[in-house]
């Protein structure tokens, strides 16, 4: 298996723009988590799916930002408009669900700077 | 709130120390501890603990997991350059049937100096 994948690995942008964030998950698993990690603050969980469905976006700092999944094979999380302090690593994972390994496998995150 | 603490938040050892990480956790409905090992780019997963006193070990990493008192540590003996990384613990949380989360604690960042 490939294991999560997203893209793009870095993106530097300025203050304003529209910014796309992509993941495949790992196929046959059930959960989908969208993960922001600063210095400051560690990982923070912003959003998880369960089969597609938006189960806790409690995380999500604000409008600007949103998180689809359109299918079991990719999921986008957006910022419109960005702002610097939008400037981190984002981590796309995915787990198996209940009754198997429950365990998360991270991609290798996207590094998005805000200028 | 669902939280998870870890300390030391920073370490440095020599090549040959041991070391031990804490983690503790405060969560509602937990069903599992990780450890994650942390370098340059994404968490790799070192351990899963789901019962207590039970201890998990693969080659100079061990770890155990105290229910009742609400914690974990990491041990590592033996220490090698390679270690060098941010040690993350995470609480699993949710109803059995319905959901989870993955809670994560602020990391460990180990040194091992040579």
């Known amino acids: 298996d490939a294991g999560v994948i997203q893209s793009p690995r870095h993106e530097v942008t300025e203050m304003g723009q529209e910014v796309t964030l992509r993941c495949k998950p790992i196929?046959?698993?059930?959960?989908l988590f969208w993960y922001r990690q600063t210095m400051m603050r560690g990982l923070e969980l912003l959003i998880y799916?369960?089969?597609?469905?938006?189960?806790?976006d409690s995380g999500m700092p604000e409008d600007r930002f949103s998180a689809k999944m359109p299918n079991a094979s990719f999921s986008t999380l957006k910022i419109q408009p960005s702002e610097p302090r939008d400037s981190a690593v984002y981590f796309c994972?995915?787990?198996?669900?209940?009754?198997?390994?429950?365990?998360?496998?991270f991609g290798s995150g996207t590094q998005l700077s805000v200028l | 709130e669902d939280k998870v603490v870890q300390s030391p938040l920073s370490l440095v050892v020599h090549e040959g120390d041991t070391v031990t990480l804490n983690c503790s956790y405060e969560?509602?409905?937990?069903?599992?501890l990780l450890w994650y090992k942390q370098e340059k780019k994404a968490p790799t997963f070192l351990f899963m603990l789901?019962?207590?006193?039970i201890e998990k070990k693969s080659g100079r990493l061990s770890s155990i997991l105290d229910k009742k008192e609400l914690f974990s540590i990491l041990n590592i003996t033996a220490t090698q350059t390679g270690d060098s990384a941010v040690y993350l613990c995470?609480?699993?949380?949710?109803?059995?049937?319905?959901?989870?989360?993955?809670?994560f604690g602020p990391g460990t960042r180990l040194s091992v100096l040579p």
């Open positions: 995470a609480a699993r949380t949710g109803p059995y049937n319905y959901g989870q989360n993955f809670v």
């Open positions: 789901t019962s207590s006193g």
């Open positions: 969560v509602t409905n937990f069903r599992s």
């Open positions: 196929s046959g698993h059930d959960y």
């Open positions: 799916f369960n089969n597609n469905v938006p189960i806790d």
């Open positions: 994972a995915s787990s198996p669900g209940q009754g198997r390994i429950e365990k998360l496998f």
